[in-house]
């Protein structure tokens, strides 16, 4: 047992031991205004930023070494001198940007969308050779610039420089009371009076001191010294000023000082950064590299016209808001973690992270013993904060810490629309607190042990609640609390996706968000029913957050937007995302209002945002377009598939930054501006408007405009054009030449061939005729041979029988002595050796049959023919005499001259025709 003890002694001393340690680690941790680091990553210079000034173009200008900066919000730009040496100091008047460099100093003006630079200097030969001054400041009075170096002052009238040597070495010139201080580096500071310097006797004790900066403030003279600290001169006595961060700041060395808005005194040091003390109740923020700077030298202090601070670092340049409405908690050593919620204290913040519980009061930073774990959510009931824990729910009370139940995960807490209880939400159901002023009067709901995310009442006997995970719960209870009824809404209406549903209060109704949808329940038909309001005001939003009864806060794309309620009207504010980007934890958003602020969790600490001055500063929009790198006007026109480079400057930097949207052509939906830069790419060709818009939480208001011609492409262009017509007609011409050529060409030689054909048809024609010339010949050849064979039949027969007839006689004369009989026998012979009538008609027959086509022909030309006249044309034709015709035709001689006579009065031939040849050509 003893053992047991000192174990336990053992570990309770460890425990507290680490947290004192803790606490230490932690002590240096402040609520700080919002800082933007720009490092030589960002703009691509030199180390060692010597001055900064705000042009008249809103544009922020640094002398840094070897170059000039310019930042619009949207780019940074940077320029060197022609003869590439240090820039040291830099002066705006009017549309003229001076600087200063060794043995050189001139002004910039913008032209074309770049800085042009022009040397007052080197034209004036207004540097001896001897000499090496550096130009560090550069500053106006009564009309004149002054170029300071540590030995010389440069007048510059506007035409002429007037050159004033100085009877010592010099730190920096200042106006006061419109007169010009010189403060020296060994022999105090002196006044500067028609051109002359007289020394200032009853400052005397600033002898041998660098001073960096003289600013009066409020009938007082402040004097601010490298390491003896700060002097001050009220009513004609100087003295040390009598502050206690006077010795803090003779150890850190002061570089520069100024006087800003709202009663501030900013003092930049070499070694510890940035002091900014409230003169109204003597309380001052350190920044430097501890919290948020990037380097602890602080070479130079501007003011933009928001009075927000840029610092010149040895090492980046740094933006200060201190007038604007936000204010970051913020744990760089990660001891904090993650914060769930936060809630203000009468000493100062309260904080549940998923390391514990932790506390900030008196500007002391420390966790919170036996608080240890995932803490979620902080709410406060009357003086009492009520915190859900892992570990149960605790009490935190009059400084005290105490557990009120064992119940774990307390993840939210609501208050009861119906009477004075509040319900939470934990990792195991419902816990319902009944009184606020007795918490320990408490019911756990059965018959729902679910890890509940969410919870709302606005019915007596009925509690909604959301799942962790997934579904919508309507719980029925009766007076003593005891679950009647658990049905889970969203499956019993079908809704597959019902996956983190969240339940939010509008003024007495209880919505339900559930996959990107507003529902509301209707109790009469115990169906969900979409909310028609906020369904057209708040569709894709990730996350929503009570403040009051008039105000929420909706996170949607990255961004969060505090809504005022104005009646059925929601008026939108943004808080740039500058401010917490990359630390919204998701679906844990808590926001904490107290009095006029309102307080948001974050990652690694909180912001504080002070509602009442969360206004938008009014302020011209301008456009600056680039294409190809060259700035362009309104109304130019741009080649085709460039892009169009749109930087759009609000020359407002801080909280004042206005949220703008743009639109292009007739497009719909109103695109936000991110950085300030639009970029647009993939234009057709044609005429374009860009249209930018600034929201005032109720509708867009047009504030700017930018109109543009995007060029045709370079193969629709106007010589394009005439070159494509040029070559349509070139093809046009070639194509109809071409087609005349083989139009000639086939006329050629169709000619050629009409030739050839026709040379081949006379060659047919005349093989034709020469064979029907040939076949006519053999026609009348063979008729002629058949005639020729039908006569020698005709005469073989006639001889045959004459032969016969003859031998016949010439037997009876061998034969016969009797003339009577003899003459009897011969005329026997002749009889019967005669040709028979048979016999000629097989002549006949035969020698028709022979001259078929000429009897056809002869008959169809001279119809009126006889069958005798057609038998003398054959014998014609076979050109037989008329003797020889006559025994054939058995008539005389005479007989056929009359016949031929008859037969060519019938042919109609004159006299001088031949008969026999007309036969022929038949």
Not at 40 to 68: C, E, P
Not at 780 to 785: K, M, N, Q, R, S
Not at 875 to 900: D, Q, W
């Amino acid at each position: 047992m003893k053992t047991k003890k000192l174990l336990a002694l053992k570990a309770k001393t460890i425990s507290l031991l680490f947290f004192y340690i803790l606490s230490l680690q932690l002590y240096a941790q402040d609520l700080l205004p919002f800082v933007e680091n720009y490092s030589k990553s960002n703009y691509q210079g030199d180390n060692q930023i010597w001055n900064v000034a705000q042009g008249n173009d809103d544009a922020m200008y640094f002398a840094n070494n070897h170059y000039l900066l310019r930042y619009n919000s949207v780019k940074w730009e940077k320029y060197m001198l022609p003869d590439k040496t240090i820039i040291r100091s830099i002066m705006v008047d009017g549309d003229k940007l001076y600087s200063g460099s060794y043995k050189e100093f001139g002004y910039w003006s913008r032209t074309g969308g770049k800085m042009n630079y022009v040397s007052i200097s080197k034209g004036n030969k207004v540097f001896d050779e001897n000499e090496n001054e550096e130009i560090w400041k550069i500053f106006k009075f009564k009309d004149k610039i002054y170029f300071q170096s540590f030995n010389i002052l440069f007048i510059y009238d506007g035409k002429f420089i007037k050159k004033m040597k100085l009877p010592f070495l010099v730190s920096y010139c200042f106006i006061v009371d419109n007169q010009i201080l010189i403060a020296s580096v060994e022999k105090g500071v002196f006044r500067m009076r028609n051109s002359k310097v007289e020394k200032i006797q009853r400052w005397g004790v600033l002898e041998n001191n660098v001073i960096h900066s003289i600013e009066k403030y409020k009938n007082k003279t402040y004097i601010f010294t490298k390491k003896n600290g700060v002097y001050i001169d009220e009513k004609g006595s100087l003295s040390s000023w009598k502050n206690p961060l006077n010795e803090t700041l003779k150890m850190a060395n002061i570089n520069v000082a100024k006087f800003i808005k709202n009663n501030k005194l900013v003092i930049g040091t070499a070694s510890e950064g940035i002091y900014v003390l409230d003169l109204s109740n003597d309380t001052y923020k350190n920044i430097n590299r501890n919290n948020v700077l990037m380097n602890n030298s602080i070479l130079s202090i501007g003011l933009d016209k928001e009075n927000d601070l840029w610092l010149g670092l040895d090492n980046g340049i740094a933006h200060i808001e201190v007038n604007t409405p936000i204010s970051i908690f913020s744990d760089n050593s990660g001891v904090l973690g993650s914060v769930y919620s936060v809630a203000t204290t009468d000493k100062g913040y309260l904080m549940a992270s998923n390391h514990g519980v932790f506390k900030y009061e008196d500007k002391h930073f420390s966790s919170v013993p036996s608080m240890q774990g995932q803490a979620w959510n902080i709410s406060k009931i009357n003086s009492k904060y009520l915190i859900g824990h892992n570990e149960g729910t605790f009490i935190y009370e009059n400084n005290i810490f105490s557990k009120l139940n064992d119940r774990n995960g307390g993840w939210n807490l609501t208050k009861s629309n119906i009477d004075n209880s509040y319900l939470q939400a934990t990792y195991s159901g419902i816990t319902i607190y009944n009184d606020g002023n007795d918490l320990s009067k408490k019911v756990d709901i059965k018959g729902l042990l679910k890890p509940i995310k969410y919870v709302a009442q606005n019915k007596k006997n009925e509690i909604w609640a959301a799942d962790n995970y997934r579904g919508l719960y309507r719980i029925q209870l009766n007076e003593n609390y005891e679950t009647i009824h658990v049905e889970n809404v969203s499956q019993m209406n079908s809704i597959a996706n019902d996956f983190g549903v969240k339940i939010f209060e509008f003024r007495t109704e209880i919505l339900f968000l559930i996959h990107n949808s507003w529902y509301t329940y209707n109790s009469i038909t115990k169906q969900l029913e979409k909310n028609e309001l906020f369904n057209s005001n708040f569709r894709n939003i990730s996350d929503i957050v009570a403040i009051d009864n008039g105000h929420f806060m909706v996170l949607k794309e990255g961004v969060l937007y505090p809504i005022t309620v104005n009646g059925n009207k929601f008026v939108w504010n943004s808080i740039q995302e500058k401010y917490y980007e990359g630390k919204i934890i998701n679906d844990n958003l808590k926001i904490f209002k107290d009095k006029n602020s309102y307080l948001l969790n974050l990652d690694d600490g909180f912001i504080s945002l002070q509602v009442a001055n969360n206004t938008k500063t009014n302020h011209e929009i301008r456009i600056e377009a680039f294409n190809n790198g060259n700035l362009i006007d309104d109304q130019s026109r741009i080649k085709y598939n460039s892009d169009l480079n749109i930087n759009v400057v609000s020359g407002l930097y801080g909280a004042g930054k206005p949220s703008l949207f743009y639109k292009v052509d007739k497009s719909s939906d109103f695109i936000p501006v991110k950085e300030g830069l639009i970029i647009l790419n993939n234009l057709d060709n044609g005429n374009h408007i860009l249209n930018v818009y600034k929201h005032d939480g109720l509708q867009y208001t047009k504030v700017s405009t930018f109109s543009f011609t995007v060029s045709k492409p370079w193969y629709f262009s106007f010589w394009m054009v005439l070159l494509y017509l040029f070559l349509v007609g070139t093809i046009l011409y070639v194509y109809y030449k071409w087609n005349k050529m083989r139009y000639i060409q086939k006329l050629e030689l169709r000619e050629e061939e009409l030739k050839h054909q026709k040379k081949i048809l006379e060659i047919e024609l005349k093989s034709e005729n020469e064979l029907n010339s040939q076949e006519y010949e053999k026609h009348i050849l063979e008729l002629e041979l058949q005639s020729k064979s039908s006569e020698v039949a005709g005469k073989s027969l006639s001889i045959a029988k004459q032969s016969e007839m003859i031998e016949s006689i010439q037997t009876i004369l061998d034969n016969e002595s009797d003339f009577n009989k003899l003459k009897s026998e011969i005329k026997k012979a002749i009889k019967i050796n005669a040709v028979n009538k048979h016999e000629w008609e097989t002549f006949e027959t035969n020698l028709n049959q022979i001259h078929n086509e000429f009897i056809i022909n002869l008959s169809k030309k001279f119809p009126n023919l006889t069958r005798k006249d057609i038998k003398l044309c054959i014998y014609l034709k076979m050109n037989l005499s008329s003797k020889e015709i006559a025994p054939m035709m058995n008539i005389s001689y005479r007989g056929v001259e009359l016949h031929r006579y008859r037969l060519r009065k019938k042919l109609n031939l004159i006299q001088d025709e031949n008969l026999s040849k007309f036969l022929l050509m038949i």
